[in-house]
């Protein structure tokens, strides 16, 4: 079997996908082109955001769509005008906004005013490839295809443990999108990768819903194709050692079968990460002078020192 055609995704579906769209619903970054599906607004922030950070791109598209609202207005703009708009706010090369003004000017005079909603047609537009196409396809059409950029395929790969292949990486992440949710799904799993699964990952601090999936979650090996470096063994039990210091600064103490499941999905008392792995993590914490650990009854509780 070739990398692209091992397994991919995990067989319960469906469970993730809800825990995705679920976390994602419940509370997401408020950028102000997610609550449109103006395919126009969509496009300049797609080009706007290319090498430029988001904090300054939600500035420049308000302002940018202020002075020229729709596609039509661009086109009718003087390009001299979108350049030096372009420059003034660092948006990066300047050729993105030639091909911004000349797209718009297609949309007028080869597609009568409306936007074509197919990501094949799209790449029609001057300086819109794929990735950009695909991304106002769903956003603006609920149209799109699984977006599969570095982000996404740093979660793909940690999560699922998807080999490095571009064509297994197309191939979980088609599996993995819900059909006729192109809108949704890539918002989210786009969010995920932009403040949950980062290069330094915030695992349990922006509460990942793949965690309880997640193959880098239960090793600690939070390799990805865009970060390179090998975690060592004592890397990956030093981030549980700091899961438990964090657990326990919020009880006064816990017995093990309470504490395990706070700092490991797979936790189960008789099982491989169980009550000895446990045992032994607090061995080392207790050495270290950082927590107190007490036979009770039969039972192990711990609490932090005082």
Not at 74 to 84: C, K, P, S
Not at 95 to 112: C, F, I, K
Not at 128 to 145: I, K, M
Request: glycine share 8%.
């Amino acid at each position: 079997m070739s990398e692209a055609d091992a397994p991919t995704v995990p067989a319960d579906t469906d469970a993730v996908r809800d825990a995705l769209i679920e976390w994602y619903e419940d509370d997401h970054r408020d950028f102000p082109w997610r609550r449109t599906d103006d395919p126009y607004e969509i496009l300049v922030s797609e080009v706007m955001s290319q090498q430029t950070q988001l904090s300054r791109v939600e500035t420049a598209w308000a302002e940018f769509l202020k002075r020229w609202p729709t596609a039509a207005d661009l086109a009718a703009a003087d390009r001299a005008d979108v350049v030096g708009f372009w420059t003034d706010h660092s948006l990066g090369y300047n050729n993105r906004a030639r091909y911004l003004h000349e797209a718009a000017e297609q949309v007028g005079s080869e597609y009568d005013g409306e936007f074509p909603s197919d990501p094949e047609e799209l790449q029609e537009l001057m300086g819109v490839g794929p990735y950009t196409a695909n991304a106002v396809a769903s956003f603006a059409f609920n149209n799109g295809d699984a977006v599969v950029d570095t982000n996404v395929k740093r979660v793909l790969y940690r999560a699922f443990d998807i080999p490095d292949d571009d064509a297994a990486f197309e191939r979980a992440a088609s599996e993995l999108m819900p059909e006729g949710e192109s809108r949704v799904w890539n918002n989210a799993v786009m969010e995920l990768g932009g403040v949950a699964c980062e290069k330094t990952p915030k695992c349990d601090g922006a509460g990942c819903p793949w965690r309880e999936w997640c193959h880098a979650y239960e090793t600690g090996d939070f390799t990805a194709p865009d970060v390179p470096t090998q975690p060592s063994f004592e890397g990956s039990r030093r981030q549980f050692r700091g899961r438990t210091i964090s657990t326990l600064k919020e009880y006064d103490e816990l017995g093990l079968d309470e504490l395990g499941p706070r700092i490991r999905v797979d936790y189960a008392p008789d099982g491989e990460y169980g009550r000895e792995w446990l045992e032994g993590i607090l061995s080392d914490l207790a050495d270290d002078g950082l927590v107190e650990v007490e036979n009770r009854n039969g039972d192990t509780v711990a609490r932090l020192r005082s």
